[in-house]
DNA sequence: GCTGTTTTTAATAGACCTATTAAATAATTC
DNA sequence: GAATTATTTAATAGGTCTATTAAAAACAGC
């Protein structure tokens, strides 16, 4: 039973292979030749090249929700639930720079797909609970008058959109001034900080 | 010389089924078919499948930058700057809704293709122009004390991050509650002025 | 209406891709 | 250690894709 170490090792090869090149551009050719075995064993462990996709990502959206958790039931204040998790975002798409273009590629594009997000984070209780408690937070600086009025969706989906693009255009920052990895991470890191900054100002009432 | 009339055609058809589909996914054979001629004439016309697409994208680079020196050579305050060009912004955006992901998925994320994205966007004058403005106006209001110290650059990333985030996002919200084109508009426009509401007091000293 | 050029087609080469099959090898069980 | 099961391979069917070629059709000028 030395199964698990090509079928796991075939999963390890296609998850580089497809968030590097996507779905379409990545054959089961390629995989192999990575791992170094025989083609067929794709077939052989995961029956479908679209199968094997959707289980890899599967996982990685179980991943990107666990995330999320640890973050949510937490009894602190907006002002300090926002900048905690802006740097959970940002410390789990840096070591995973480019998942959010296989996010968007192949699971928002992709009609078929959509229904993986929809099963596998939204529709999940820890993230309908994440975004309660979010709610919540919101809903009490609203009354206390510290922010302005603002929905719970505005406010999420300006910090995935900030921080999704930091990432999304990394590519282009890189051929032009970020040089080596160091600078890479100055420039995420200096990012961060100013995202953090333009969403407490940009709620906040002074 | 009838030709204007197939090779427009297929430039047509081409440019809507790699924007529907990417470029991996889209055959040459798509694309006559849906404009009722011979797969040859594609290369007939342009070659090769990638000239094709090179021919369109640089077209589609070129009306973006257009729009974007309408908004540039005017003489006016920073806080009326950002809404009109976040208004612009969506505006080609709401009439090209799937530009945004074309534009990640294969001038971005493929390395090739990003020259084309530095030489027909970045480098060419109309955006250094572009950018100089908005410099300009920035460093001004930070002088003035209306706002607080932000590089061009954040605000410009910010602007497109939270702008072209609305359209990546859209096929997601229009699967779970966007029912009809007209919640779609709506919905778009409330997200707009959301986001000018967010950078104007996200930069703003009071 | 004939001649030369341009446009369009049909046919196909050559490459690659996924999934299947049958056979070979390795591992496990009794 | 023979039988059984699990894993891996080689070979290949059947599909699709891009680009090329040679021939046919449409069009131009004279």
Redesign the pocket.
């Known amino acids: 039973?030395?199964?698990?170490?090509?079928?796991s090792g075939i999963m390890t090869a296609a998850e580089k292979l497809f968030i590097e090149k996507g779905f379409?551009a990545?054959?089961?050719?390629?995989?192999?030749k990575m791992?170094?075995?025989?083609?067929?064993?794709?077939?052989?462990?995961?029956?479908?090249?679209?199968?094997?996709f959707q289980q890899i990502f599967s996982q990685k959206l179980d991943h990107i929700l666990s995330f999320m958790t640890l973050e949510s039931n937490q009894n602190i204040s907006l002002f300090d639930f926002i900048p905690q998790f802006i740097n959970a975002y940002f410390e789990e798409l840096s070591n995973n720079r480019k998942l959010p273009f296989i996010i968007i590629n192949e699971l928002v594009i992709n009609k078929e797909r959509r229904k993986f997000i929809r099963e596998e984070i939204i529709l999940k209780e820890q993230f309908q609970n994440y975004y309660s408690t979010l709610t919540r937070l919101v809903k009490a600086e609203i009354e206390k008058g510290t922010i302005r009025n603002i929905d719970t969706s505005d406010l999420l989906l300006h910090i995935i959109s900030l921080t999704v693009f930091t990432f999304i255009s990394l590519p282009l920052y890189e051929d032009f001034f970020l040089k080596d990895e160091v600078a890479v991470r100055n420039y995420v890191a200096a990012r961060k900080e100013e995202i953090i900054t333009l969403i407490i100002n940009g709620i906040r009432v002074n």
Do not use: H, P, W
């Open positions: 039973m030395a199964k698990k170490n090509l079928e379409e990545t054959s089961t050719t390629d995989i192999t791992v170094g075995c025989n083609q067929a064993l794709v077939n052989y462990y995961f029956r479908t090249k679209e199968k094997l």
